[in-house]
């Protein structure tokens, strides 16, 4: 069954410091993979895809994810944390190769981000 | 930047009645969906929808549930006799069609009472 895990449901980080938001997936067929933000108030905002190729993508707002089909992970990552990127993040994984589909969420990690 | 807009942000009803949920997604989006996120739980597909005909639905789109296309620029849900258990945050996308990018609106919550 198509499954995503983010394993971790709130962290928190001071201003300035290194992030990472872990994913792992269960999908049947090759994925596209997504990481999507929502601020309070706000929609689902798209961050990045993974659709094929380079493994590394980058996204907007200096974020960027790896994707790692031999631990079946997609984790998020960024250098440099500003207090903006307070928010909620969701992992989201849909069929490769189709222009259309369900996603599966993940239940989102909450980013605190301390001054 | 064009975005899917929902209304209203907050809808109150009471358990029975009948409501519709509006959404005009990005203009030459040609993929419509709807999702909801129950408080705590994980967002969760519900139907998506393509050349006026529903395309694919979850098990939670039961008969109670039905999406229409009125015209050119919304896409309704429309539930016909509210439960409790469908007190939610619901999200409207749309796609383009290319690679199942797909753009949320900011949600509409629901509250059964």
């Known amino acids: 069954a198509q499954s995503v895990t983010q394993p971790d449901i709130h962290i928190t980080v001071s201003e300035g410091a290194s992030l990472e938001l872990r994913c792992n997936y269960s999908?049947?067929?090759?994925?596209?993979l997504f990481w999507y933000v929502q601020s309070p108030g706000q929609g689902l905002q798209l961050l990045l895809k993974?659709?094929?190729?380079?493994?590394l993508v980058q996204g907007i707002k200096g974020f960027e994810a790896e994707f790692k089909r031999s631990q079946s992970s997609f984790n998020l990552r960024k250098p440099s944390v500003h207090w903006s990127d307070a928010a909620e993040y969701f992992c989201?994984?849909?069929?490769?190769?189709?222009?259309?589909?369900?996603?599966?969420f993940g239940r989102g990690t909450q980013l605190t981000v301390w001054p | 930047e064009p975005e899917v807009t929902q209304t209203p942000s907050h809808q109150v009803t009471q358990m029975g009645q009948e409501v519709i949920l509006r959404c005009v997604p990005i203009?030459?989006?040609?993929?419509f969906y709807w999702y909801r996120q129950i408080l705590g739980q994980k967002v969760e597909f519900l139907v998506s929808?393509?050349?006026?005909?529903?395309?694919?639905k979850s098990e939670i789109f039961d008969d109670q549930f039905s999406v229409e296309r009125p015209d050119g620029s919304n896409f309704t849900l429309k539930i016909r006799s509210t439960k409790l258990e469908d007190s939610a945050m619901y999200f409207c996308?749309?796609?383009?069609?290319?690679?199942?990018?797909?753009?949320f609106g900011a949600g509409t919550r629901l509250s059964v009472l």
């Open positions: 993974y659709f094929s190729g380079d493994t």
């Open positions: 989201a994984v849909g069929k490769g190769g189709s222009t259309l589909g369900r996603l599966y």
């Open positions: 203009s030459n989006h040609l993929y």
């Open positions: 996308a749309s796609s383009p069609g290319q690679g199942n990018i797909q753009y």
């Open positions: 999908y049947g067929a090759t994925p596209y």
């Open positions: 929808f393509y050349n006026n005909e529903i395309s694919e």
